[in-house]
């Protein structure tokens, strides 16, 4: 049995704080459970395109507000508490924070390793092993 809790990851190498989001890393491709669980903040007023080219990703607001605009579309959806929204045609998207910081749960297949952030396309590495990291995991 896995049993974490947010603070636990706060300020460790899971805790993953970009410009435009903050992703807690709950379960990774290391805890052998077949997928990824996020607890991710996207920051206010910020925009960040995102690809998702080697994995599908369900999103599920739970604080705050903003949009994902899928761009072969050209559609803009309102993302608010209780909205769901599941990437499972790897859509190129532009994901935006709302006026306050939306925070999301966010679960991916294949599983995340735990380091991944969006490359220049929007888009997180299919990593096959876990990365070396100094120091270990807290």
């Not at 709950?26 to 007023?45: E, P, Q, R």
């Not at 080219?53 to 949009?67: D, L, R, S, T």
């Not at 749960?105 to 380091?115: A, I, K, Q």
């Amino acid at each position: 049995m896995i049993v974490k809790h947010l603070n636990e990851i706060i300020g460790t190498v899971d805790d993953v704080d970009t410009e435009t989001w903050n992703s807690r890393r709950f379960l990774l491709k290391k805890d052998g459970m077949g997928f990824a669980l996020n607890d991710t903040v996207i920051k206010a007023g910020t925009e960040t395109l995102i690809w998702y080219k080697n994995h599908v990703e369900a999103v599920y607001c739970i604080e705050g507000e903003g949009e994902i605009e899928v761009i072969s579309e050209g559609k803009v959806y309102p993302i608010t508490p209780g909205t769901m929204y599941a990437l499972n045609g790897n859509e190129k998207h532009y994901l935006r924070g709302g006026k306050t910081d939306m925070r999301v749960v966010c679960v991916f297949n294949p599983p995340l390793t735990g380091r991944e952030v969006h490359d220049e396309e929007g888009t997180y590495p299919l990593v096959e092993e876990e990365p070396e990291l100094q120091g270990g995991r807290s």
